[in-house]
Nanobody, 117 residues
Framework: QVQLVESGGGLVEAGGSLRLSCVASGSSISRNTMGWFRQAPGKQRELVALFTGSGLINYADSVKGRFTISRDNAKSTMYLQMNLLKSEDTAVYYC???????????WGQGTQVTVSS
């Protein structure tokens, strides 16, 4: 069974930084699609950044140049470094993993990021 556990959220002032972590157990993080999504109040969940199964990286236009996704395969941990945070980045951030070649996917429990202006 795959489990994803996020950490690192919190309250930060606009212009500040946070780093989110997602520890995965039960599946390889290097061979599967894995990424970060977020959901703000009253809005749909949206992609923030993603590693594809082939290792390519996709970013939402709204975070390009400010956020960086990375991973440490040895620690089964994925990160999201968020810089120059804006109030519109306020949301619950979710870790996501999709098993390559299947329709099976998993979500973490989410971590709250609040940016004060």
């Amino acid at each position: 069974q795959v489990q994803l556990v996020e950490s690192g959220g919190g309250l930060v002032e606009a212009g500040g930084s946070l780093r989110l972590s997602c520890v995965a157990s039960g599946s390889s993080i290097s061979r599967n699609t894995m990424g970060w999504f977020r959901q703000a109040p009253g809005k749909q969940r949206e992609l923030v950044a993603l590693f594809t199964g082939s290792g390519l990286i996709n970013y939402a236009d709204s975070v390009k140049g400010r956020f960086t996704i990375s991973r440490d395969n040895a620690k089964s941990t994925m990160y999201l470094q968020m810089n120059l945070l804006k109030s519109e980045d306020t949301a619950v951030y979710y870790c996501y993993l999709a098993l390559i070649g299947t329709s099976t996917h998993y979500w973490g429990q989410g971590t709250q990021v609040t940016v004060s202006s």
